[in-house]
């Protein structure tokens, strides 16, 4: 590795591009679309959540996974290759880009990945492919980014539960395949089961009934031999195929127990195998990244052989653990590997000779034998910035609480890099603390929460996450005292930070001070205007402060962030109204009225609003769908009539006749001055 070489790579990096554009300059132009030569292969891309390099294959111990071993007998496996992050959104975030997460930005399960950066699906569709996407999880759905250039993005899993066995989502894959593709195929089959609960199905329960986890690669292993006989025998064409992790599980290496928190070799190290065209069989100890399957299908598709696997060249290769820095303020962490050595930057550096001794156990950051290469990219490497760091704030509870049901929580502070802040590696005592606390905090079971996030604070002083969520269980639960005291804290560990503004914000919203929230919550959302939960009090004040164009206006800005149900759409329609907002009036209750489920009870208000806005074919039909039980009816046979002689209907004197007959208090007044009805 040349001093030149690394320069380049921290250089890239820090513009957050593709770092392979690196090695030879400008990237080279893609194959012209067009339809694709007959040559062209089929690819299946097979991605194993939670899957250990050492617990599928041929290496594996306690387990016999035959349908990844006929493919590696075949194909072309890697021994050394790694997850670019031990998160399943970001690194598959990394497959679908060829980017390093400092590159596409995606950290953290629950973000977004932006539309600016052109995903493999894209590439291959426009190149005349046919593509379809089966996943298991909720944390790759839709909305998150990845379903970009697939046809076909198939992330429904069965209703209440926000996984799918391998089982469900390979029959769904294969009736896919059935269904006679006439063009070559990319097909991306993720696989979940490995992530906990350890449950796998029988046969396997009970013959892995010791290793349960075990149990859950087996199952899903046979799944993939059934899925990989599919592909082979209907997809167009000849075919390749990749199987990959997108990150392992911890099992107790190193004091973690999941995924997410430590850059080890338990949840960085991999399996990554290629079989097809081209492919020579064998195995490779050439150190990879994950990231490099996106520029492997390139070329597998003949659009572009640069950074291909199919022939596997050196790099330095990198990975990120920020989960710890983004939702507990702890050292960020970054890791590199060259050849047999691996490092770790996580406040100090850690250097291991992973060929030498595969479990880390010693320790040789003091030695020279760490290349500097290793060492400035490492060194280079940008930490997230606070604004790159914010939480999701668009989210939502019922997407949060789903992602908790997973084991992933978001959090909503964004931190700041504190140079005593304590290694993640040295915190592994608190990470079962931290999971159970925030699941209970998502699930708002603030009463049990509260004194979990009083012993992490204890543990953890400067832990802001920690100290804005209790402050906020208190203020849910009303202990207003502990709330104040505890808010007081958050202030102390992040002077002017705006999450604790909002938290703030909120806690007064909720009480007797609400007034006392409105100026804060202007503020929170002038810095983010799509943090909803600020978005949603700051509305509901306007409400109470008798200002219902203002807070129609943030309803408004609400329901682009999400989904309003037909209720939420009613109130807006109301206070629209209430504020002599015809069009947006109409157009909520509209809205509300081709909503599906609820009965809609408004047609009055629609009938009379479209009379206001002259559009009278549309009021006649609304007024006519009043029902007479409607308490005030009266009201609608009055505009009824009004309408009818605007249309110069021919029963308009019956109308008015009818009107009269029913009028009550309020219609007979307005009755007597129409002039309309005065002919
Ligand atoms: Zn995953």
């Known amino acids: 590795m040349t001093g030149r070489r690394a320069h380049c790579v921290q250089a890239l990096v820090l513009a957050g591009v593709l770092l392979s554009g690196c090695r030879r300059g400008a990237e080279a132009p893609a194959a012209t679309a067009g339809p694709p030569s007959p040559a062209r292969p089929s690819i299946l891309l097979v991605t194993l959540d939670t899957t250990r390099a050492d617990a599928i294959g041929p290496e594996a111990r306690g387990i016999e996974t035959p349908a990844f071993d006929a493919l590696s007998r075949r194909g072309l496996r890697f ?5 670019t992050v031990p998160e399943t959104l970001p690194s598959h975030s990394s497959m679908m880009t060829g980017l390093y997460p400092a590159g596409h930005g ?3 399960n629950g973000r977004f990945l932006s539309a600016r950066f052109p995903v493999l699906a894209e590439r291959l569709q426009r190149a005349g492919y046919g593509t379809a996407a089966f996943v298991s999880s909720f944390a790759l759905a839709r909305r998150f980014g990845l379903a970009r250039g697939f046809d076909v993005y198939d992330d429904e899993p069965p209703a209440g539960r926000a996984e799918r066995t391998a089982r469900e989502t390979t029959d769904r894959a294969v009736a896919h395949l059935r269904a006679r593709l006439r063009r070559p195929l990319l097909l991306w089959v993720h696989y979940y089961d490995p992530h906990t609960p350890y449950a796998p199905p029988e046969p396997f329960a009970t013959r892995y009934a010791k290793t349960p986890y075990l149990g859950e690669v087996a199952a899903m292993d046979e ?6 006989a599919a592909f082979e025998q209907d997809a167009p064409g000849p075919t390749a195929v990749v199987v990959v992790g997108d990150h392992g599980e911890g099992l107790g290496d190193h004091g973690e127990a999941r995924h997410g ?28 990244s994950t990231r490099r399957v996106f520029h492997t299908i390139l070329d597998f598709a003949g659009l572009d052989a640069t950074d291909s696997l199919r022939k596997p060249s050196a790099e330095v290769v990198l990975g990120e653990a920020m989960k710890p820095f983004l939702e507990y303020g702890w050292q960020p962490q970054v890791m590199a590997v060259e050849g047999r050595h691996k490092a770790i930057l996580a406040g100090r550096m850690e250097g291991y000779d992973v060929a030498a001794d595969p479990g880390e156990t010693r320790d040789l950051a003091g030695s020279t034998d760490l290349s500097r290469a290793v060492r400035d990219a490492l060194r280079n490497y940008p930490v997230p ?20 049901s997973l084991g992933y929580v978001s959090a909503g502070a964004a931190p700041a890099v504190r140079k005593d802040a304590p290694r993640p590696a040295d915190m592994t005592r608190l990470f079962d603390l931290l999971e159970r606390a925030s699941d209970l905090f998502v699930r708002e079971e603030y009463g049990r929460a509260a004194p979990l996030l009083e ?38 560990i992040a002077p002017g930070s705006p999450d604790v503004r909002a938290y703030l914000a909120l806690h007064y919203a909720r009480g007797k001070e609400w007034p006392r929230a409105a100026p804060l919550l202007e503020q929170v959302v ?29 309803y408004r800005r609400i329901y682009d962030l999400r989904t309003p149900s037909a209720d939420e759409l009613v109130r807006l329609g109301e206070l629209a109204m209430s504020a002599q907002q015809t069009a947006l009036a109409i157009e909520s209750f509209e809205k509300a009225r081709a909503a ?3 009965a809609f009870t408004h047609d009055l208000e629609l009938g009379v609003l479209y009379l206001d806005a002259r559009r009278l074919a549309e009021a006649r039909d609304a007024l006519d769908r009043v029902p007479a039980s409607h308490p005030a009816y009266p009201m609608a046979l009055f505009k009824r009539a009004q309408v009818s002689v605007l249309l110069h209907e021919p029963d308009q004197a019956e109308r008015i006749a009818a009107a009269r007959r029913g009028a009550d208090a309020t219609t007979r007044l307005l009755i007597e001055r129409e002039r309309l009805f005065q002919r």
């Open 261 to 288: 928190d430590l850059l080890y070799q338990a949840t960085m190290r991999v399996p990554l195998l290629l079989a097809g065209p081209g492919v020579a069989p064998g195995v490779s100890e050439t150190p990879t």
């Open 385 to 404: 910035s606070a604004e790159a760091a914010r939480a999701p704030d668009a989210l939502g509870d019922e997407a949060r609480r789903k992602l908790a």
């Open 79 to 83: 021994r050394q290759a790694y997850a």
């Open 596 to 598: 599906p489920g609820g």
């Open 106 to 108: 995606v950290h953290e």
């Open 526 to 554: 002038a810095e983010s205007p799509e943090r909803l939960p600020a978005l949603e009090a700051l509305a509901r004040i306007r409400e109470r402060q008798g200002r219902p164009a203002d807070a129609a206006g943030l």
């Open 455 to 492: 012993q992490i604070l204890a543990e953890d002083p400067q832990n802001l996450d920690a100290a804005l969520r209790l402050a906020t269980a208190h203020s849910a639960l009303g202990h207003q005292a502990q709330a104040a005291r505890t808010f007081e804290k958050a202030a102390a």
């Open 223 to 228: 799944q993939l031999g059934i899925l990989v």
